[in-house]
């Protein structure tokens, strides 16, 4: 089963596109599959477009109430998946709703899950990779991050540290909750995404990746990214989680 998790915060203009493609997806290859859409305040109506869905797709809208950033939605996502595989050996995806991601890409992840990685992520550093669209400054920030998390938490497996983009098996993001529960993901803004490959990498997980065709082109609405904040929090978010692998020991390993 393939429980698809769209996080959603005024994605008026993008959302019925994202489910749109994603049906065609799955359907096409008859992939077993549940939509979850994560939307805590939206004002333009995103939850009341997904939930028309229901009718002709497998969706769920969790409706999170007032608006707690992007880390609340993820975590809520995620829990929702686990929840739902039932200690299944199931694959939970990470899928933006603001149309820059490619529903395709989902089953060259799963296979990589199949073949028995636990993680796998689609990277914008990974050769084949192809942007789209983002703008100079982002890609450079982007870069910046990725080399910084590779010297701080090298993991021979992962270039793209900040992709939400990803595949998880259902069974090691059960293992990480019940392991670290509400602090798996603390880190604030966008930094939730690289805590919780670090978190993960740091439990022995293992990682692999595919190059992503990221199209920033047809970004619907504007970005939710603020990118001085999210610097700041990423860099509070290495110190901390560098502390803290240091005093831990891994609980398994392969
Ligand atoms: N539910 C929920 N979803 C959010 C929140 N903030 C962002 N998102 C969603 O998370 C995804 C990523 O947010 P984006 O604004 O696209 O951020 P980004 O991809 O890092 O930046 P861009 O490159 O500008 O797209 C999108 O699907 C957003 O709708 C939030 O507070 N709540
Ligand atoms: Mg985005």
């Keep these: 089963m393939h429980y698809i998790c769209?996080?959603?915060?005024?994605?008026?203009?993008?959302?019925?596109?994202?489910?749109?493609?994603?049906?065609?997806?799955?359907?096409?290859?008859?992939?077993?599959?549940?939509?979850?859409?994560?939307?805590?305040?939206?004002?333009?109506?995103?939850?009341?477009?997904?939930?028309?869905?229901?009718?002709?797709?497998?969706?769920?809208?969790?409706?999170?109430?007032?608006?707690?950033?992007?880390?609340?939605?993820?975590?809520?996502?995620?829990?929702?998946?686990?929840e739902l595989s039932a200690g299944g050996d199931d694959v939970a995806v990470m899928l933006e709703g603001d149309d820059t991601q490619n529903p395709e890409q989902i089953f060259r992840m799963a296979d990589r899950i199949t073949e028995g990685f636990d993680v796998v992520v689609a990277s914008r550093f990974r050769r084949g990779a192809r942007v789209v669209g983002l703008p100079a400054a982002r890609r450079a920030l982007s870069l910046g991050g990725a080399l910084v998390m590779k010297l701080l938490f090298p993991n021979k497996g992962v270039s793209d540290y900040t992709s939400g983009f990803r595949a998880y098996r259902t069974a090691i993001l059960a293992a990480a909750f019940d392991r670290y529960g509400g602090r798996l993901i603390e880190g604030r803004e966008f930094s939730c995404a690289s805590e919780l490959i670090l978190r993960l990498g740091g439990m022995g997980a293992i990682v692999a990746e595919i190059p992503i065709v990221l199209r920033y082109d047809r970004k619907g609405g504007v970005s939710k990214m603020r990118v001085a904040r999210n610097i700041f929090s990423t860099l509070a978010m290495l110190v901390r989680l560098r502390v803290a692998l240091w005093t831990e020991r891994p609980p398994h390993r392969r």
Excluded: F, Q
């Design 6 to 82: 769209v996080p959603a915060y005024n994605e008026r203009a993008a959302i019925g596109r994202v489910l749109d493609r994603t049906r065609a997806a799955m359907e096409r290859r008859g992939y077993p599959y549940r939509v979850l859409v994560y939307d805590d305040g939206s004002t333009d109506g995103t939850a009341d477009i997904a939930e028309g869905y229901a009718a002709s797709m497998p969706v769920t809208v969790i409706r999170g109430g007032v608006n707690r950033g992007l880390r609340a939605g993820m975590e809520a996502l995620l829990r929702k998946a686990v």
